[in-house]
T-cell receptor
Framework: ETGVTQTPRHLVMGMTNKKSLKCEQHLGHNAMYWYKQSAKKPLELMFVYNFKEQTENNSVPSRFSPECPNSSHLFLHLHTLQPEDSALYLC??????????????FGSGTRLTVV | DQQVKQNSPSLSVQEGRISILNCDYTNSMFDYFLWYKKYPAEGPTFLISISSIKDKNEDGRFTVFLNKSAKHLSLHIVPSQPGDSAVYFCAASGYNNAGNMLTFGGGTRLMVKP
């Protein structure tokens, strides 16, 4: 499989649940990202990992917890979320954080609904 | 402080005509500018990019123009097709307040009517 793969594609969870989003890239990239896209809002950068090290945490609430065990895998652990956290969560990767002419490669996203 | 802005949230164009999507930026240190296309419930896909040292880049029906003095870029799609209906994001690569990464505009929804 090639590109950036995200699972699950859809997730419905209660506010007291704990769940995880998974992202995997087969492009040999060194940097991975989590973005959030809410309805009628711009893409919001959440976390950046470069060579497995977190280099950016864009003031994200602690109920979102990222994990990057290696350069190919990225997780977003979710717990005690709020309904306003319902959104499309996108994973992306790039050769390095300086995106250059090729930018980032995005996955298809996980549509999260918090009930 | 939004360093990349797309001031038109939506644009409607007739099939076969030209679509022009606009983007403004404030940081003169950006080195590449990119356009992404996004369908509902999917991730953005890379469309075309331009280096800051160029003023035009063309790829098939898509052309990106860069006006550095005005800090403005535009994406032209000609002829427009119904399959082009999507949200288009412009993005800029380079150093910003958070470091060296990609900064996105808010997106413009393009609707191409048959």
């Amino acid at each position: 499989e090639t590109g950036v793969t995200q699972t699950p594609r859809h997730l419905v969870m209660g506010m007291t649940n704990k769940k995880s989003l998974k992202c995997e890239q087969h492009l040999g990239h060194n940097a991975m990202y989590w973005y959030k896209q809410s309805a009628k809002k711009p893409l919001e950068l959440m976390f950046v990992y470069n060579f497995k090290e977190q280099t950016e945490n864009n003031s994200v609430p602690s109920r979102f917890s990222p994990e990057c065990p290696n350069s190919s895998h990225l997780f977003l652990h979710l717990h005690t979320l709020q309904p306003e956290d319902s959104a499309l969560y996108l994973c992306a990767s790039s050769q390095d954080p300086g995106a250059g002419r090729f930018g980032y490669t995005f996955g298809s996203g996980t549509r999260l609904t918090v009930v | 402080d939004q360093q990349v802005k797309q001031n038109s949230p939506s644009l409607s164009v007739q099939e076969g005509r030209i679509s022009i999507l606009n983007c403004d930026y404030t940081n003169s240190m950006f080195d590449y500018f990119l356009w992404y296309k996004k369908y509902p419930a999917e991730g953005p896909t890379f469309l075309i990019s331009i280096s800051s040292i160029k003023d035009k880049n063309e790829d098939g029906r898509f052309t990106v123009f860069l006006n550095k003095s005005a800090k403005h870029l535009s994406l032209h799609i000609v002829p427009s097709q119904p399959g082009d209906s999507a949200v288009y994001f412009c993005a800029a690569s380079g150093y910003n307040n958070a470091g060296n990464m990609l900064t996105f505009g808010g997106g413009t929804r393009l609707m191409v009517k048959p």
